[in-house]
């Protein structure tokens, strides 16, 4: 028994002294100390001894996991100063090294055609406004000639927080609110987020961006509307475009048109994009409507006035060739970086 007593110390301190790790020195005290451990197995075979014995072989086994507790405590404190210095040694850090520079950010697209076409009006004469996206009933629809009952107010087309109140599915409620407070000459655009209910996919949204204008005083023209329109076009796509108009109808506007420009793909030649017609619808437009005018305490019959509505992300797409609205809103850095 003094032997077998001798080889399990001899083992365990050989055992602590091969080991690398805190886990290696754990597995150590477990296989000669634990519960089931040798050492401990020794001890269960003391009844089997004499009465002469036990005493001598019991105060072997004690100075035995005396010497193996004492080992295991200083490999630990070793282990574990030297875990802490080569932390200490791979968390150094120089000083003297340059700091690393955050990545700096850029202008969303849509943020970027935005501004284009700002400064362009800004260029002309224009004013921007802006509104509340949560708006009244009586300011989206009600002035604008659009009365209860007309199909613009159809819930399955408008987000409604209660019967008079809704987020606005136009910015021309900001042209109502500037003409209530402003009095000819009025000259404005009117950027902003709008929002209509829409499935989303490649073309549609809930949440888009829309820039509208408006122009009010005495002797403006549907020649006025287009002038301006056609030159806008030509500052964004370049002096080749050609635009048209389509005769349309818009319930605050009379008389009302679409205008088409010239397909930026083919410039004209017909292709996918286009559906082969080699022209991209680009906007809404018209002379305001009499009773749009008179509800906003402004006498038809003294003033007159135009007003267009355009798509920020159409036209953000068609600067760009993106053919998928979503990439617009994701915030892809894959996407984004390209601009």
Do not use: W
């Not at 700002?118 to 708006?135: H, K, N, R, S, Y």
């Not at 506007?253 to 292709?271: K, L, W």
């Amino acid at each position: 028994m003094k032997a077998i007593i001798e080889r399990i110390g001899s083992e365990a301190l050989s055992s602590l002294a091969a080991a690398k790790t805190p886990t290696a020195v754990e597995d150590v005290r477990v296989r000669y100390l634990g519960k089931k451990g040798e050492l401990t197995a020794v001890l269960k075979q003391m009844g089997a001894l004499s009465a002469e014995e036990r005493p001598i072989i019991g105060a072997l086994v004690n100075e035995a996991r005396k010497k193996i507790e004492t080992a295991i405590i200083s490999r630990s404190k070793e282990l574990s100063k030297t875990v802490t210095e080569a932390r200490l040694m791979a968390e150094t850090i120089d000083v003297t090294l340059p700091g690393i520079d955050p990545g700096i950010g850029k202008l969303h697209p849509l943020t970027k055609v935005l501004n284009e076409i700002t400064e362009i009006f800004l260029g002309m004469g224009f004013a921007v406004a802006e509104g509340p996206e949560v708006e009244y009933d009586k300011y989206c629809f009600e002035m604008l000639n659009i009365p209860k009952g007309h199909p613009a107010r159809d819930t399955q087309d408008t987000f409604y927080i209660n019967e008079n109140v809704l987020l606005r599915t136009q910015t021309s409620s900001v042209q109502v609110r500037v003409m209530l407070e402003q009095k000819p000459p009025i000259r404005i655009i009117s950027p902003g987020r709008v929002y209509r209910v829409d499935t989303v996919d490649a073309t549609h949204s809930p949440t888009f961006h829309q820039i509208e204008g408006l122009v009010v005083d005495k002797g403006v023209t549907m020649a006025d509307l287009k002038g301006t329109l056609q030159a806008v076009a030509k500052s964004l796509y370049g002096n080749d475009i050609s635009v048209r108009f389509r005769p349309h109808h818009f319930p605050y506007t009379e008389p009302s048109a679409e205008m088409d420009a010239t397909c930026f793909v083919c410039r004209g030649e017909g292709c996918a994009l286009c559906k082969g017609e080699g022209f991209i619808e680009l906007l809404g437009c018209g002379m305001v409507h009499p009773k749009v005018l008179s509800r906003c305490g402004i006498d038809p019959m003294v003033y007159s006035g135009y007003a267009f509505g355009m798509g920020l992300d159409r036209i953000t797409m068609m600067r760009y060739g993106i053919r998928d609205l979503r990439l617009l809103f994701e915030n892809d850095l894959r996407f984004l970086d390209q601009f």
